[in-house]
C-alpha cells in the first residue's frame, strides 16, 4: 500500500469514528430531551404539587365537640381549656431517662408513669402521648426554661371533656375516650377518616356514643406556607371546623340527682317516662360512676375498683338489666285477658290462698275470697293470674305482650340496649339444649301469670310498657334526645322519632285497668305511701323472687344472704285523668314493693306534678327504708334547690360564643314546660 492510499485509509478510519462519536453525542442529546420533556412537561404538573407541599402543609383544626345539657339547659358534658404536657415517645432516645429528668420540675406521679404507658400499648408509632394534664402556671414556665433539654417533649393547649354533675345521669351521658384500633376500624367503615383527622378522643358509650356525629362536627384544615426549615411563615388559605351541636336530653337532671340520692347505697334502676310523647325524663342505674375518670384513661386502681365491685357500678340497669316483674306484671295480664276475650272484667274467682294444677298447690300468700278483676288488682291476687295464665296459654300471652315491648328491644336512643326474655314454646326449644327440657309444659306457664317463671324484662321495657297503659294504648319510642342546638344557626332543630304505633285497645278495657290501678293506691298495697297525695295516681306493687324458695317453705329475709332476698318492685302512672308521667322502678334485694320502691316514686310524682322537692329528713327516711308513709318533714320548691355552681346552664360561655339561648328559648314559649315539670 502506498504513503498515499495508507493516508487515505487512515482519513476514513477517523471520520468512520468521528460519525459515531457524533451519532452517540446525539443519541445522548436526544435522550436527555426526551427526559427533560418527560419532566418538565408531561410531569410537570406532578412536581409541581411535590414542590408545593415541600413549601406547605395543610393541618386539619379539630372541631369544637358540642355540648350536652338537660331539658333546662343544664350542662351534662362541655369543654375547658387546660396546659397538657405530650412526649412523642418516637422522637426520644431514653424515654425512662427523659421521664425521670422530666419529673423533677414537673409533678410525674407513678400513676401519671401507668397512664402513659398504657395509653402507648394502645396508640399508634408515631402519636403525641401526654403524660401530665391540667398543668399549672408554674410548672408551664419550669418547663418552658428548661424545654431544650427535651427533644421530643412540648406542651400544648388543649380541650378537655368535662363532666360537671359528676356521677349524676353517668350511665345516661357516658363518656368520652382515647381513639383506639376498634375506634378506628368503626370510623373507616363509615368512611369518616378525614373527619378524624387530628381527633384524639371519640364517645365510647351512653349519648357521646350515640350521638358522636352530631356532637364531634366537621374538621376544618389550614394551608401554611413553610420555610426551608419546615417553620410556617403565613397561613395561605383556611377552611374553618364546624362545630358540633350541643344536644338537648329530655332528662330532667336536677330530678335525676334527687332519684339518686333517694336510692342511697341500695342497687336498682327506675325509668320515668313522660306517655305523652315517650321522652325520658329520668333513667337512673345505681350504684353509679363518675366519667370523669375516662376522660384522659382511667387508672388502674380505679378500674379495678369499679370493674371488680359486686355492685357493677359500670352495668347501666336500666338498659340492660332483666329481672322478672314479679306483680307489676298483673295490669298487663289482666289487660291481655280483656282484649282477647278470655276472661271478662266481673268474671268471678275465688282465691282461697291456693291454687292446684295436677296434684301441685301454688302458693297465694293469702286469701283474698271472691275476686273480679278490679279486685285483682287492687289486692294482688296470685289465685287468679295462675288460672288466668293456665287459661290463655303461653303462646296467647306471648303474643299479646309482644307489641308493648316486653322482650324486645326498645329503639331507644342509647347502643348496648338488653332485649329480656318473653318466653314462648319456639323461644324454650331454642334456648335449651336438654331435650327433656325443651318442651313447654303448664307448670311453666302458670307461673308467667305473676310475673315470675321465664319473664324477664328491663326496667326500660316495663316503664314503656306502663306509659302505653297509661295513654290508652299508643306506643311511642322512648328517646332521651329532644334536640339538637346547631353551632351554626343557633336553632334548635328537632331529632326525628318514629311514628307512634296504636295497639288498637279499648277504651272500656282500658278503664278497669285504670281503676284497679287506682284502687292499688288508694285502699291497696301503696295505700300509705299515696293515699294523701294531691293527685290521682294508678300503680302496683311487685315483688318478684330473686331466689327460688320451696313450695314448702316460708320465705324469710332474715335467713337469707342480702343477694338472695326478694326485689322491691313499683309501677305507676299520675295524674290517672291525664297521665303526664309513668314510671317503673326496681330496688334490688328491698323486698316487698310497698316498702322501698313506692315511696321513691311518690317523691319522683310530686317533683314532677307538684314541684315539690322532699325535705332532707324525708330522702334520708327513704334511703334507709323507713318512709313507710306519706313524705315527711317541710318539702321545698323545685325551683328553690340549686345545682352544684360548675353545671349551672352556660350558654353562650362555655358552649359556643354564638350560643347564647338556652333550650326553651330556642324552641319558643309553646314548649316551655311549667315550673313543676322542669
Avoid at 351521658?173 to 373527619?195: C, L, M, S, T
Avoid at 420555610?227 to 397561613?235: L, Y
Avoid at 336500666?318 to 295480664?333: C, D, V
Avoid at 314462648?424 to 307448670?443: L, M, T, V, Y
Amino acid at each position: 500500500m502506498t504513503d498515499f492510499e495508507e493516508v487515505k485509509h487512515d482519513s476514513s478510519r477517523f471520520m468512520l469514528r468521528v460519525w459515531v462519536v457524533a451519532l452517540a453525542v446525539a443519541l445522548c442529546l436526544a435522550l436527555l430531551g426526551i427526559r427533560a420533556y418527560y419532566l418538565q412537561v408531561i410531569r410537570h404538573d406532578d412536581f409541581m404539587r411535590r414542590a408545593e407541599s415541600n413549601r406547605t402543609a395543610v393541618v386539619p383544626i379539630v372541631p369544637y365537640r358540642g355540648n350536652i345539657v338537660d331539658r333546662n339547659g343544664v350542662l351534662l358534658a362541655s369543654n375547658y381549656s387546660a396546659y397538657t404536657l405530650e412526649i412523642w415517645p418516637s422522637r426520644v432516645r431514653d424515654l425512662e431517662g427523659t421521664l425521670n429528668e422530666l419529673a423533677q420540675i414537673i409533678d410525674i406521679q407513678p400513676i401519671h408513669r401507668r397512664r402513659f404507658a398504657r395509653l402507648r400499648s394502645e396508640a399508634g408509632p408515631y402519636d403525641s402521648l401526654p403524660i401530665r394534664t391540667q398543668l399549672t402556671e408554674e410548672e408551664v414556665a419550669r418547663f418552658t426554661a428548661q424545654s431544650y433539654r427535651f427533644p421530643g417533649v412540648q406542651i400544648a393547649a388543649r380541650l378537655f371533656r368535662s363532666y360537671p354533675m359528676g356521677t349524676t345521669a353517668s350511665h345516661v351521658v357516658g363518656y368520652i375516650g382515647r381513639i383506639n384500633q376498634r375506634d378506628v376500624e368503626r370510623i373507616e367503615e363509615r368512611e369518616e377518616e378525614a373527619n378524624y383527622r387530628g381527633s384524639t378522643h371519640i364517645g365510647k358509650t351512653g349519648i357521646e356514643d350515640r350521638y358522636e356525629s352530631e356532637l364531634h362536627g366537621i374538621t376544618g384544615v389550614e394551608e401554611l406556607e413553610k420555610s426551608s426549615a419546615g417553620r410556617p411563615i403565613r397561613v395561605m388559605d383556611t377552611s374553618p371546623a364546624r362545630s358540633g351541636s350541643t344536644v338537648v336530653l329530655s332528662l330532667d337532671v336536677k330530678l335525676q340527682q334527687l332519684i339518686e340520692r333517694l336510692y342511697g347505697n341500695r342497687r336498682g334502676a327506675l325509668v320515668a317516662i313522660d306517655p305523652q310523647n315517650g321522652e325520658i325524663l329520668a333513667m337512673v342505674s345505681m350504684p353509679t360512676y363518675d366519667p370523669n375518670l375516662f376522660v384522659e384513661g382511667i387508672d388502674q386502681e380505679n378500674w379495678q375498683a369499679l370493674n371488680e365491685s359486686l355492685d357493677r357500678p359500670l352495668f347501666n340497669r336500666a338498659l340492660r338489666g332483666t329481672y322478672p316483674p314479679g306483680s307489676t306484671y298483673k295490669p298487663f295480664m289482666a289487660l291481655a285477658a280483656l282484649e282477647t276475650g278470655s276472661r271478662g272484667a266481673n268474671t268471678i274467682i275465688q282465691d282461697n290462698g291456693t291454687w292446684t294444677l295436677a296434684g301441685h298447690n301454688y302458693r297465694s300468700g293469702h286469701a283474698v275470697g271472691p275476686t273480679d278483676m278490679r279486685r285483682s288488682i287492687e289486692r294482688s291476687s296470685n289465685v287468679y293470674y295462675y288460672s288466668l295464665a293456665y287459661e290463655m296459654g303461653v303462646d296467647k300471652i306471648h303474643d299479646f305482650m309482644k307489641p308493648l315491648g316486653f322482650g324486645q328491644i326498645t329503639g331507644i336512643d342509647l347502643n348496648g340496649e338488653g332485649r329480656g326474655i318473653l318466653p314462648s314454646r319456639d323461644w324454650k326449644r331454642e334456648a335449651f339444649s336438654d331435650a327433656r327440657r325443651k318442651n313447654w309444659i303448664p307448670g311453666d306457664t302458670v307461673s308467667l301469670g305473676i310475673g315470675q317463671g321465664y319473664n324477664s324484662f328491663t326496667m326500660l321495657q316495663l316503664a314503656s310498657a306502663v306509659a302505653t297503659l297509661a295513654n290508652g294504648g299508643t306506643r311511642y319510642t322512648p328517646h332521651l334526645a329532644k334536640g339538637r342546638l346547631d353551632a351554626m344557626r343557633n336553632e334548635l332543630l328537632g331529632i326525628p322519632q318514629p311514628a307512634p304505633e296504636p295497639l288498637g285497645y279499648s277504651k272500656e278495657n282500658i278503664q278497669v285497668i285504670f281503676d284497679g290501678m287506682e284502687r292499688v293506691a288508694q285502699t291497696g298495697s301503696s295505700r300509705r305511701i299515696f293515699g294523701s297525695a294531691p293527685y290521682r295516681s294508678a300503680g302496683k306493687t311487685g315483688t318478684a323472687q330473686a331466689a327460688t324458695v320451696g313450695q314448702r317453705e316460708r320465705y324469710n329475709a332474715a335467713k337469707l344472704a342480702e343477694s338472695q332476698r326478694d326485689h322491691s318492685l313499683y309501677i305507676a302512672f299520675a295524674p290517672v285523668e291525664n297521665p303526664q308521667i309513668a314510671i317503673a322502678l326496681i330496688v334490688e334485694n328491698a323486698g316487698f314493693g310497698a316498702a322501698a320502691a313506692a315511696p321513691i316514686a311518690r317523691r319522683v310524682m310530686d317533683y314532677w306534678l307538684t314541684g315539690q322537692y322532699p325535705s332532707e329528713e324525708d330522702i334520708l327516711a327513704v334511703q334507709t327504708g323507713n318512709a313507710t308513709g306519706a313524705p315527711i318533714g317541710v318539702p321545698r320548691r323545685v325551683e328553690d334547690i340549686s345545682l352544684p355552681a360548675a353545671s349551672l346552664p352556660l350558654f353562650g360561655q362555655q358552649a359556643h360564643a354564638e350560643t347564647t339561648n338556652t333550650p326553651s328559648e330556642a324552641l319558643g314559649d309553646s314548649d316551655r314546660q311549667p315550673v313543676a315539670q322542669r
